[in-house]
């Protein structure tokens, strides 16, 4: 059986995918989200003034519709996006009607006016239970699109076209033209060696390097942007990352990849004295970059150039890259995904240490009179699971 910690690209690719499994929404929030807009498309049918004997759906869209979820960091809430889909054509209605429509619905259940707050062109819902839904009523163009929609501007006087489905199916597909992922390719093994330990779902090896790099994209973006203006928004850099992906089957190369393309990009604009911009690719006329200033321009570069720096370091081992993984991705989620794996793995290798370090994090460990650590002699250990060591 290959052991994982003499191959260190499988090593760093497996540890950055329970980095990113560590990142994203755990399925009791994910289910307690989709009970939310459920719940509100059900109070919305009963409805027996605008909404009676119209036909909607509530569904999801950005990172949880395309799997690329990450919790917020500081304990801030999560922002649930939802489209509130009504299927009627917008030139029978004004925005006006369908937000008010939406509003007093709402109003009509004592919870929901608790938690409601109106927004400029949604309404939110503030849970208490660590999120807030966000729920933007749309209309259809025409009698038969049922994928793209017309939503109210801002001010609620005029219509704009958004296709939030095909945005994702655009990703995903994306996503899926690779032919192999490097875990996929070694799910095998990776899963026979976890057999007595049990540490990690297979699910973690089934997403896409593309939906996993966009992941930890995202969380450095937070970490990064932390008590600063002008921070670079989700979809910016999801639609760069679904441009520019070229079917790499590794999360790091991915990455590694993509954010060259992006600098190189840039640094094109820059020479060919035309504006870097990021576009739409189900409406090519809406530009996601439209209202970016210079010091955008300035935070969004400053951003790349210091994410690909640390990302450079985790090439070659992790005797030389421990600070950066902390550095990108948090130091708690960064050592539970380290315990986790050698945990998981170290009974399937020869190294002594991944061997030991394991003993300790599970409190199976005593040293003996030669300081040696094993699993049935000596002085037992405290467990902890604060190492960083050699990996």
């Known amino acids: 059986m290959k052991d994982i910690f003499k191959d260190y690209v499988l090593q760093r690719e497996e540890l950055l995918a329970r980095i990113a499994q560590e990142l994203q929404l755990d399925k009791t929030r994910l289910e307690r989200m989709e009970t939310a807009y459920n719940a509100v498309a059900e109070l919305l049918k009963k409805d027996d003034h605008f909404f009676d004997d119209l036909m909607i759906e509530i569904y999801a869209q950005g990172s949880k519709r395309i799997g690329t979820t990450v919790k917020p960091i500081n304990e801030e809430d999560f922002d649930l996006d939802t489209v509130l889909h009504i299927y009627d054509p917008y030139h029978r209605h004004t925005p006006e009607e369908i937000y008010s429509a939406l509003v007093n619905a709402l109003e009509k259940d004592g919870y929901y006016r608790s938690i409601m707050e109106k927004k400029n062109r949604c309404v939110r819902l503030n849970y208490k239970s660590d999120f807030h839904m966000d729920i933007l009523p749309a209309c259809m163009p025409n009698s038969f699109e049922r994928e793209i929609i017309k939503i109210p ?17 655009w990703f995903l597909n994306s996503a899926n033209t690779v032919a192999e992922p490097l875990l996929k390719r070694n ?15 297979e699910e973690v090896y089934l997403k896409t390097p593309l939906q996993r790099a966009t992941q930890l994209l995202k969380r450095y973006r937070d970490i990064y942007f932390q008590g600063k203006e002008y921070g670079v928004s989700s979809i910016v850099l999801t639609t760069l990352l679904g441009q520019l992906y070229r079917a790499e089957n590794s999360i790091f190369e991915t990455i590694d990849n993509i ?7 840039y640094i094109d604009a820059i020479n060919g004295g035309y504006r870097f911009k990021v576009f739409n690719p189900m409406n090519p006329e809406e530009e996601f970059t439209d209202s970016w200033t210079s010091k955008h321009y300035d935070a969004f570069y400053s951003f790349m150039v210091d994410f690909h720096g640390k990302w450079q370091n985790l090439k070659y081992s992790f005797e030389t890259s421990k600070e950066d993984y902390i550095k ?8 539970k995904a380290l315990n986790g794996q050698i945990v998981a793995f170290s009974k399937a290798s020869n190294d002594a240490f991944a061997k030991a370090s394991s003993l300790i994090t599970i409190g199976a460990a005593f040293t003996d009179a030669q300081g040696n650590i094993n699993s049935k002699e000596g002085v037992k250990n405290e467990s902890h699971h604060n190492f960083g060591g050699k990996y």
């Open 153 to 169: 501007e801002k001010g609620l006087k005029n219509w704009s076209t958004a296709n939030p489905k095909g945005f994702s199916n």
């Open 187 to 201: 799910l095998e093994v990776l899963m026979k060696a976890q057999v007595e330990t049990e540490q990690l779902p």
């Open 259 to 265: 954010v060259k393309r992006i600098k190189d990009n």
């Open 328 to 335: 990108l991705f948090g130091e708690g989620v960064y050592k």
